[in-house]
């Protein structure tokens, strides 16, 4: 008869090979359906939603800079610049769905955007505080006229009434708060008469996003006010139905597959790298990432489809995750070179930039994006050439602070914490027949820097600790113990059966 310990580690053989399917097979297999299951959009689901009403606002945090020689930059002097802030706002997003596609595989909707001041993450600064800035409006004015052949007579005119159009300027800045810079706007076009109301007529109608018309007839600037508020893009994103890798991917912007912002090839018909749409909108990526992997995203804001790579595995608050972040193909691998010279649109007359019309490396011309000479880098021009940054007194980069990253939990592709970090500038310059203009250097001057991101708060990571990471331990301590426990129980007999039949066939002593 067949000793019972045998019996017994065969068991234990059994009950090592099932763990080993569980773990290794069965227990994946499992959570991935799962996955797949929880991140498509259907009509009515939890990740529905979540995906109309994000679970917690964004943060939205704006550096200003403030210039602390304005006076002298007017007489030819290098700027200096203090970096102030941040100014921290919550930032919610609620999507207004349009329809389903009939396959239910693509979901379209226009996204509102509401901002609300954190004083407490702001202190000790508040929206009242007082700054001196570029006169982003009245810069911007005139470089597109001297830029447009076609506006020669308007800057003549100009000159002549910048009086009028922007409240008797001084120089190319403008002391203002903190709220009216940024949101509430900056007014000008105040009871003009004459020629100045017809230039300030001439400017509501170029159509400029960051401009908008007041109530008694005036006009105002700001940087965000004209997205606080219902958002006017039409998405459609797909819902991953079918194809779970791809849910929330940008299909259309406007009933339209690509951008008509940037340069295309010169075939008919053929889309530049430029102006095509990749990625999701930053709010959630694609699940099941992997180590090495890279990813897209798309900012209306810039106008662009950004490529994230992967970085380094990362912990937060007890979830492991991948980090991601931006490469040299963002700003600074720019021109023919790097085929993609569909981003050197070449706007902008008497710049610093190269012989071919490309800027220099670390800086992207965004006028076809913005309508407005804005040019964009990275917070305090980290990366930028030196041609930009020995112009300017001031700048501090700091690659820890400064660079755009994301941390990404792997299986879901949950955003745990990041950061879309951008600078806005204008290149400050003479411009002929504008006399307030005619001792200026030829600088790229900074405006504000921006930090969009996220980090999950604890009820959201106790949610998520909760409807996953657990489950997932559990799993794997089950794995580990069926598997050990198995092959330990096999061993043990084994070696007790052996050590018993040795006992059986040892000689008698005499």
């Known amino acids: 008869m067949i000793h019972w310990s045998l019996i017994v580690s065969a068991l234990g053989v059994c009950l090592a090979v099932l763990g080993g399917y569980c773990g290794w097979i069965l227990f994946p297999n499992m959570v991935h359906k799962k996955v797949e299951q929880s991140v498509v959009i259907q009509d009515g689901s939890e990740q529905f939603k979540r995906f109309v009403n994000l679970p917690q606002p964004l943060n939205f945090k704006v550096y200003i800079f403030n210039v602390t020689n304005s006076d002298r930059i007017q007489q030819g002097a290098i700027p200096i610049v203090e970096e102030i802030g941040p100014y921290v706002y919550k930032q919610f997003r609620q999507k207004k769905v349009k329809h389903f596609s009939r396959d239910g595989s693509k979901i379209s909707y226009v996204q509102n955007v509401h901002f609300d001041f954190d004083a407490d993450a702001s202190a000790p600064y508040t929206q009242n505080d007082r700054i001196v800035a570029l006169n982003m409006h009245m810069n911007s004015v005139l470089q597109i006229s001297e830029n447009d052949p076609g506006l020669a007579l308007l800057l003549v005119h100009l000159n002549a009434n910048l009086k009028a159009v922007f409240n008797d300027p001084r120089s190319m800045f403008v002391s203002t708060s903190v709220r009216e810079y940024l949101f509430d706007g900056v007014r000008f076009c ?85 102006n095509q749409i990749n990625g999701t909108d930053a709010s959630a990526y694609p699940p099941f990432r992997q180590r090495g992997d890279s990813m897209y995203i798309f900012s209306a804001d810039i106008c662009r489809s950004v490529q994230l790579f992967y970085q380094t595995d990362i912990q937060y ?169 198995g092959i330990g129980v096999a061993v043990l007999c084994l070696i007790y059966y052996i050590y018993q039949r040795g006992r059986v066939v040892e000689p008698p002593v005499k």
């Not at 219902?230 to 951008?259: A, C, F, W």
């Not at 930009?388 to 602070?401: E, F, N, S, T, V």
């Not at 203009?437 to 949610?463: H, S």
């Open 190 to 274: 105040i009871n003009p008469q004459g020629i100045a109301k017809a230039i300030c007529n001439q400017i509501k109608e170029s159509g400029s996003k960051t401009i908008r018309e007041q109530s008694d007839g005036s006009l105002a600037f700001s940087f965000f006010g004209h997205k606080n508020g219902s958002g006017h893009e039409v998405y459609e994103v797909h819902t991953g139905k079918g194809d779970p890798m791809r849910v929330l991917e940008i299909q259309k912007l406007d009933d339209s597959h690509n951008l008509q912002v940037w340069l295309n090839a010169s075939a008919e018909g053929e889309t530049s790298v430029c």
């Open 317 to 485: 608050q007890g979830i492991p995750g991948y980090r991601y972040s931006i490469g040299e193909n963002f700003i600074n691998d720019i021109g023919p070179e790097h085929d993609n010279e569909c981003f050197c649109v070449d706007k902008l007359a008497n710049v610093i930039k190269r012989k071919n019309g490309c800027l220099y490396a670390g800086a992207l011309d965004l006028t076809t994006c913005l309508d407005a000479p804005v040019i964009l880098t990275l917070p305090h021009m980290l990366g930028a050439s030196n041609e930009y940054r020995k112009m300017i007194r001031g700048l501090k980069p700091d690659a820890k602070k400064h660079q755009t990253f994301v941390d990404v939990q792997s299986l879901t592709g949950t955003p745990l914490q990041g950061g879309k970090r951008v600078q806005f500038n204008m290149f400050l310059k003479s411009i002929n027949r504008i006399g307030i203009t005619e001792n200026l250097p030829t600088v790229l001057m900074p405006a504000i820097w921006v930090e969009e991101g996220i980090q999950l708060n604890g009820e959201m990571v106790a949610f998520f600790k909760k409807k996953l990471i657990n489950t997932l331990k559990t799993l794997n301590i089950v794995h580990w113990a069926t598997l050990c426990g």
